[in-house]
């Protein structure tokens, strides 16, 4: 059929426009499709902490030193850190800003806490979890800490060793994407669940919720790179910052992969005149670790399920937050809306249970037609963009 010809976003958009319509025309038949998209949750659920151990843990264990020019290389692995982090703040001020909310179900299972102290003493226990536990039970933060320490240790194993345990993590990663592609049949179930119960106003509230992510994906774009490029450069930004967008950024909004951008964001950083020996090492590495728009979507969606939930959030969880939402986008690499996996991890930073986090991440997939893309094209271009400001300062000191 040719509608199994069509790529990923089409069949999603499909799948949104049928539940809807199904779930105001005929809201009988709405619960027993719901068991589509409760099983589809229900994947993501089982499969999601394993995911997030073995990608982090692979990352850093196959991690490569940079060659002979290690300080700029250094320097832009910094860079990638401090943007990804600047894209949560921002994503932080405009959820305050516009905050959000989520139309959920059983949202009396969270158990947030009433403190900072609470909060802290949480994740404290979490991140020391014992990792057979912190799988079975979905503790992110546990699986996260055991991923870097392990990782962190592996990278003095064996190349074969260090092989095979990349050959783990994609064969995971493979699983994800298997279940993805049934993200179109469960979005069905959960958007004609939604308008039967709900009305199409939660649909709408999802709009808002998508308007949100990408006028913060904008600003990062068009303000935060063009401010680090010009304190690095002391030029105008703007030239390279569109052209990076034009040519990096729109394939990249249609393949929706860094990874497969790759080949593409190569190409530019020659014609830019970058340094080889810095680009063929930033922007392989780039596209696992500099990821602002993952960031983005995982404080967003954090923040749009702390305020359904009532949950106070204080100065200090929201800069942990930003902190959570960094380190965790690196983990989001390769795998197709891979950052809408790790919203429990930091969703669990306020004791929202993972229950209510997957619904979240459900949420997440209806409006991923756009986020994803979006996200993508963010993510990639800004790779181009900071290893050209990098190698522009780098030739200036030189």
């Excluded at 068991?35 to 264990?61: E, H, N, R």
């Excluded at 962190?152 to 190349?159: D, E, N, P, T, Y």
């Excluded at 728009?293 to 995982?298: H, K, L, P």
Aim: charged residues 10%; aromatic residues 6%; contains cysteine.
């Amino acid at each position: 059929m040719k509608l199994f010809k069509l790529g990923l976003v089409p069949q999603i958009l499909i799948g949104v426009v049928a539940g809807a319509l199904l779930g105001m025309a005929a809201p009988a038949v709405a619960e027993p499709l719901g068991l589509l998209g409760q099983l589809f949750v229900g994947m993501l659920k089982a499969v999601a902490p394993l995911l997030v151990m073995l990608l982090v843990m692979s990352a850093i264990a196959n991690r490569h030193e940079s060659g002979a020019d290690g300080r700029k290389g250094l320097l832009t692995l910094l860079l990638y850190l401090a943007g990804t982090i600047s894209a949560a703040v921002v994503a932080l001020l405009m959820s305050q800003w516009f905050p959000q909310t989520i139309t959920l179900t059983d949202v009396a299972e969270g158990s947030p806490p009433v403190a900072v102290a609470a909060v802290l003493a949480d994740v404290l226990f979490k991140l020391i979890d014992n990792p057979v536990n912190a799988l079975l039970t979905g503790n992110f933060l546990g699986c996260l800490t055991w991923a870097i320490l392990l990782g962190i240790s592996f990278r003095r194993a064996s190349a074969a060793f260090k092989e095979h345990l990349q050959t783990l993590a994609d064969g995971v990663s493979d699983i994800v994407r298997y279940v993805i592609r049934l993200a179109p049949l469960g979005i069905f179930g959960l958007v004609c669940v939604t308008v039967a119960t709900t009305g199409v106003e939660a649909l709408a509230g999802y709009a808002s919720l998508a308007l949100l992510l990408v006028a913060c994906m904008l600003i990062v774009a068009l303000v935060v790179n063009p401010l680090i490029v010009y304190l690095l450069t002391r030029r105008n930004p703007y030239p390279v910052v569109l052209q990076c967008l034009e040519e990096s950024g729109i394939t990249a909004f249609f393949t929706r992969s860094s990874a497969a951008n790759i080949p593409v964001n190569l190409a530019l950083a020659k014609k830019l005149g970058i340094s080889e020996e810095l680009y063929s090492v930033t922007i392989p590495v780039g596209a696992t670790v500099n990821m602002a728009g993952a960031a983005i979507t995982i404080t967003v969606l954090t923040l749009a399920a702390a305020n359904t939930l009532g949950i106070e959030v204080s100065f200090a969880t929201a800069l942990l937050l930003c902190v959570i939402a960094a380190l965790s986008a690196c983990g989001a690499s390769g795998v197709p809306s891979g950052s809408l996996l790790l919203v429990p991890l930091a969703c669990s930073l306020f004791g929202i249970s993972v229950d209510v986090a997957m619904q979240v991440v459900a949420v997440g997939f209806i409006i991923s037609v756009i986020q994803d893309s979006a996200e993508t094209a963010l993510n990639s271009s800004t790779d181009v963009i900071y290893t050209y400001a990098v190698d522009q300062r780098g030739g200036a000191d030189g």
